[in-house]
T-cell receptor, first 115, second 113 residues
Framework: AQTVTQSQPEMSVQEAETVTLSCTYD???????LFWYKQPPSRQMILVIR??????QNATENRFSVNFQKAAKSFSLKISDSQLGDAAMYFC????????????FGKGTKLSVIP | DSGVTQTPKHLITATGQRVTLRCSPRSGDLSVYWYQQSLDQGLQFLIQ???????AKGNILERFSAQQFPDLHSELNLSSLELGDSALYFC????????????FGEGSRLTVL
């Protein structure tokens, strides 16, 4: 069974600063997708960013970017210019790579933003 | 708003009981996924349906079952409930194809007393 590990249960960042959340995963597949989801107190899961393993270029979505290291099986999320609304649980996830959209999630990182 | 609707939002019941959670996917999405989020297990994939047929199974207990109806809405049935079944149950839907975004509903919070 594949695993996704987020080693930082909690993190905090000063407003307007940059923070990086870590994620590592285990897989034997060569083609797969990786995701970061955000879960604010409203509890709805919201996709932040995704990365296809075959793409060399790191994905970027506005203030959110990833550092994807395929050989190291590492997929970190960088949040720039942090805002109060970024405070949430962040989950790293990987698909099954088998054509079915099953995601394996990490345990999550709780991000606090300090005004 | 993701477009995925789940009911009920909150549910409190007793051990041994049976409940049904309902999900309406986004318009046009054929795939429906059920996930369970609990404090000890985190987010776990339960089951996937595609256009009425079961497509994949994850860590779903035998006491749990699901189905997807011709109008594409889905129901997750949980029976012989135990305290440990207390969790947030998410439904999600997606367009066809790998790498497509999963759109999650707001979840159904189940409390078993």
């Amino acid at each position: 069974a594949q695993t996704v590990t987020q080693s930082q249960p909690e993190m905090s960042v000063q407003e307007a600063e940059t923070v990086t959340l870590s994620c590592t995963y285990d897989t034997s597949e060569s083609d797969y997708y990786l995701f970061w989801y955000k879960q604010p107190p409203s509890r709805q899961m919201i996709l932040v960013i995704r990365q296809e393993a075959y793409k060399q270029q790191n994905a970027t979505e506005n203030r959110f970017s990833v550092n994807f290291q395929k050989a190291a099986k590492s997929f970190s999320l960088k949040i720039s210019d942090s805002q109060l609304g970024d405070a949430a649980m962040y989950f790293c996830a990987k698909d099954s790579g088998a054509g079915s959209y099953q995601l394996t999630f990490g345990k999550g990182t709780k991000l606090s933003v300090i005004p | 708003d993701s477009g995925v609707t789940q009911t009920p939002k909150h549910l409190i019941t007793a051990t041994g009981q049976r409940v049904t959670l309902r999900c309406s996917p986004r318009s046009g999405d054929l795939s429906v996924y059920w996930y369970q989020q609990s404090l000890d297990q985190g987010l776990q994939f339960l089951i996937q349906y595609y256009n009425g047929e079961e497509r994949a199974k994850g860590n779903i207990l035998e006491r749990f079952s699901a189905q997807q109806f011709p109008d594409l809405h889905s129901e997750l049935n949980l029976s012989s409930l135990e305290l440990g079944d207390s969790a947030l149950y998410f439904c999600a839907s997606s367009v066809v194809g790998k790498g497509g975004e999963l759109f999650f509903g707001e979840g159904s919070r189940l409390t078993v007393l």
